[in-house]
């Protein structure tokens, strides 16, 4: 049976990994774990975005202390998906407070007609 929850996919970790780093921690898993925040953003998934960032950060971490370097083409693809989350967090932020204030006005109203 394939597993097939996106918040948590089953990631082996690449030949290229440092030692004790998490699973997928080589340049593919961070790609991926990019693309799964893009995508748990767009689907309103705001539960499944923190603990792929925690992820994230810990790839981070194990792939800094690798002495390997990557290709730039690979580090720009990265660099462009980090955009991609930065503006797709802050999107979901605004429309967030966009909400929140017509929730406020609703309320603002509704209390002027009870009184």
């Known amino acids: ?8 996919p089953p990631s082996p ?3 290229d990994a440092p030692a ?15 693309k799964q925040i893009i995508q748990a953003v767009r689907d309103g ?11 994230l950060g810990a790839m981070f971490e194990s ?4 002495d390997e370097a990557e290709p730039k083409e690979v580090v720009a693809r990265i660099q462009a ?7 797709s967090l802050a999107s979901a932020s605004h ?3 966009t909400e929140l204030q017509r929730i406020a006005a609703g309320r603002k109203t509704l ?3 009870r009184s």
């Open 45 to 55: 998934h705001d539960e499944r975005v923190e603990p792929l960032i925690d992820r």
């Open 20 to 34: 004790g780093a998490p699973a997928g921690a080589g340049m593919a898993g961070i790609e991926l774990v990019l």
């Open 13 to 15: 970790a690449p030949a």
């Open 111 to 113: 209390r002027a007609y």
């Open 1 to 8: 049976m394939q597993h097939t929850d996106p918040a948590d």
């Open 95 to 97: 429309e967030a407070s």
């Open 63 to 66: 792939f800094t202390h690798a």
């Open 81 to 87: 998906l980090w955009k991609q989350v930065s503006l």
